[in-house]
């Protein structure tokens, strides 16, 4: 397996609170979610605790406009994406600073408004959400010299 790398990753988790949505200059659509994940184990002394861990979680383009539209604090979803750190100049005590965070590339609501009630979204990012009851809108037309995108157009 020489040459070859893997950066994925799935959570499925509650959302702390409501999506933060943003927009690049350009005025491509990023949503910042925080998602809480639970592990019950047993310490060494026999007894059950309880261990949350919370991940930072950004999504781009149709990815966002639906967790801007259809998430909400608690909620439970699926999340499959890549790590990615970034970093900056504090700006007050100018130190470097770091923050690793999933971008996500697939989203799948789990429950919602009724029993059974959720969507697939695998693939909105790309303008093609499948497998749900959600209201979609035709994709947007790609500009003919498409820049990609880079921490800079990150709006927090």
Partial sequence: MAGKSLNRVTLIGNLGKDPEIKYTPSGTPVAKLTLATNERFKDKAGEWQDRTEWHNVVLWQRLAEIAGEYLKKGGKV???????????????????????????????????????????????????????????????????????????????
């Fill in 78 to 156: 699926y999340i499959e994406g890549r790590l990615q750190t970034r970093s900056w100049d504090d700006k007050t005590s100018g130190q470097k600073k770091y923050m690793t965070e999933v971008v996500a590339n697939d989203l799948i609501l789990l429950g919602g408004r009724g029993e059974g009630a959720g969507g697939d979204f695998s693939g909105a990012s790309r303008g093609a959400a499948a497998g749900n009851n959600f209201e979609q809108r035709a994709p947007e037309p790609e500009p003919a010299a498409s820049t990609p995108i880079s921490d800079e157009d990150i709006p927090f």
